[in-house]
C-alpha cells in the first residue's frame, strides 16, 4: 500500500483533504525531511486510463515539471503506483484570491497588481506551448505574500471542483469565464480563450461581480456569445476600453497579450510610487530570449482531455440550443484505426448509393443522387485524434431534407456504424 497510515511513499505526511473531482482529489501534505507543505493531487489511474489519458497526463507532467515562474504554482514531483499518480505541488497559504473578491470588490490598484500577475504567468506559458483553458476563481490563489499563484496548468484538464454555488464546474470551466467560440465548440485558439478568461476575472476583481450571469444557463451563453455586459459606474475609461478589447466575441480581433502588456492602464502605477513593480511582466521580446525551445503549437484536429471531457455527456451544450431530436450533428467516440472508421463511412456511401468526396484529411463528404425538397442530400463527416487509439467522429448534413437525413441516421447510418463505435456522445452507452 502506498500510504501507510497517512505517510506517502516514506517522504510526506498527509493530512486533511483540500477539494476532489472525478479524476482526483488533493490533499494537504508535509514534507517530512524539509518540513515544507505541499498539496498533493491523486489521480485515479484506472479513470484517465480508460479515456486513453495516460499519454496526454504524461506529457502534460513533462511539460508542467519544466515550467519555474513566481506566479505559477510548482509542481515539485510526480510519483506513481499501480493504480494512483501522485502530483506533490507547491502549497499556496493564502487560499483563494476570490475569497477576498467574495468580501467586496478590490481597489483598482489591487485590481492591477493581480491581473498583473495573471497576464504575466499565463503569458510564459503561452511562450512555452502550454494552454490553460481552465482560467477561474479556484485556479487563482494566493501565497503568504499576497501574491498571486495560478495553479492547475496543464493539468486542469484532470480536476474538477467541488464547489456547489449554483454554476457548472466542469473540466472545461466555468461557464462564466469560457470564450464564445469554446461554447461554440468550432475549434478554438489556447491562447485566445485564455485572454477572454482574463478579462472576465479582470471585470470580477473591479466589479465584485460576474460580467455575464443568468440563473438561466442556455441565456448567460446567449449573453457571452453577443458579449452582452455592463460596466459599472465607478469603472475607469481606460479600463472599459482595454475590456472591450479583450472581451471581443470574435477571437481573430481579441488583443494579445503583448499588446495588453503595453496598455497605459496595465503599465499605470500606484499612486505616490516612482518605481516599477518588480511583478511587472517581460515584454515579449524579453520572453523570446528566455524561452529556448517552443513547443510545436498543437494540431487544429488533436483534441486534449479537457476537450473530450466537454464534449461528453453532461457538457453537450448543443442540447441546450437545440431538443436532441431535431439535431442535425450527432458524435460518437471510436477505438478503431482513423483508416478503418473512413473505410466504414466509404462502405455505408456506397450501400446508401451517395458520392464520396475526400475534403482533406479525417474529412469525407456523403452526396446523395437524387434530389429533395431542399435540393441534395449532403452528409459532412470530421474525424477528430483525442489520442492514437481514440478518436471522436463529427457526422452533421450539410445539405438537404432534415427530416429526409434524420430518418437515414436512425435507420441505416447509426445502425451500420455499431461495430465501431465506443459510445454515441450525450449517451450513456459504454461497451
Known amino acids: 500500500m502506498e500510504v501507510k497510515g497517512n505517510i506517502l511513499m516514506k517522504k510526506y505526511e498527509v493530512g486533511r483533504l483540500l477539494g476532489q473531482g472525478t479524476f482526483a482529489k488533493v490533499y494537504y501534505g508535509r514534507n517530512l525531511e524539509t518540513g515544507q507543505s505541499v498539496a498533493i493531487k491523486v489521480i485515479d489511474k484506472e479513470k484517465v486510463l480508460k479515456v486513453g489519458l495516460i499519454n496526454q497526463t504524461k506529457r502534460e507532467i513533462s511539460v508542467m515539471s519544466s515550467i519555474k515562474h513566481q506566479n505559477i504554482v510548482q509542481l515539485h514531483e510526480v510519483m506513481a503506483t499501480k493504480t494512483k499518480i501522485y502530483f506533490v505541488m507547491e ?26 500577475q495573471l497576464i504575466q504567468a499565463v503569458t510564459f506559458c503561452h511562450s512555452r506551448g502550454v494552454y490553460h483553458r481552465d482560467l477561474k476563481p479556484e485556479n487563482l490563489l494566493l ?30 470551466g ?29 471585470f470580477v476583481l473591479l466589479a465584485g461581480y460576474l460580467p455575464f450571469h443568468d440563473s438561466n444557463l442556455m441565456e448567460m451563453y446567449r449573453k ?20 472591450s478589447r479583450i472581451l471581443d466575441p470574435n477571437p ?22 516612482k518605481v516599477l513593480d518588480t511583478n511587472y511582466p517581460l515584454k515579449p521580446s ?69 458520392k464520396v468526396m475526400k475534403k482533406d484529411q479525417g474529412t469525407l463528404r456523403l452526396e446523395g443522387s437524387t434530389e429533395s425538397r431542399n435540393g441534395f442530400m449532403s452528409i ?3 474525424l477528430f485524434e483525442i489520442t492514437p487509439s481514440f478518436h471522436l467522429v463529427e457526422v452533421k448534413k450539410s445539405g438537404g431534407d432534415s427530416l429526409e437525413y434524420r430518418h437515414l441516421l436512425k435507420q441505416d447510418i447509426r445502425p451500420a456504424l455499431k461495430d465501431i463505435v465506443w459510445a454515441w456522445q450525450g449517451e450513456q452507452q459504454h461497451h
Request: aromatic share 8%; net charge positive; proline share 4%.
Open 224 to 243: 457571452i456569445s453577443k458579449c452582452e455586459y455592463k460596466c459599472p459606474s465607478w469603472f475607469p475609461p481606460e479600463v472599459r476600453k482595454l475590456l
Open 143 to 172: 501565497d503568504e505574500n499576497g501574491n498571486l499563484k495560478v495553479s492547475d496548468f496543464g493539468l486542469s484538464a484532470l480536476t474538477e471542483s467541488k464547489r456547489q454555488d449554483g454554476l457548472l464546474h466542469t473540466t472545461c
Open 91 to 116: 502549497y499556496a497559504k493564502g487560499g483563494e484570491l476570490f475569497h477576498k473578491v467574495a468580501k467586496g470588490r478590490l481597489k483598482e490598484d489591487s485590481a492591477r497588481k493581480y491581473f498583473r
Open 286 to 354: 524579453e520572453c523570446d530570449n528566455v524561452v529556448q525551445t517552443k513547443m510545436e503549437p498543437e494540431k487544429r484536429t488533436n483534441l486534449n482531455a479537457f476537450d473530450i471531457i466537454s464534449l461528453s455527456t453532461g457538457f453537450d451544450l448543443s442540447g441546450l440550443f437545440v431538443s436532441k431530436d431535431e439535431k442535425d450533428e450527432v458524435q460518437f467516440t471510436s477505438t478503431k484505426s482513423p483508416s478503418s472508421i473512413m473505410s466504414k463511412l466509404e462502405d455505408i456511401a456506397r450501400h446508401l448509393k451517395m
Open 174 to 202: 466555468t461557464p462564466a469565464y469560457v470564450a464564445p467560440e469554446v461554447i461554440s465548440r468550432k475549434g478554438y485558439d489556447g491562447a485566445k480563450a485564455d485572454i477572454w478568461s482574463c478579462g472576465v476575472i479582470l
Open 380 to 382: 459532412d463527416v470530421q
Open 252 to 273: 481573430q480581433s481579441r488583443i494579445s497579450m503583448a499588446r495588453i502588456m503595453e496598455n497605459s492602464w496595465f503599465r499605470k502605477e500606484p499612486e505616490g510610487t
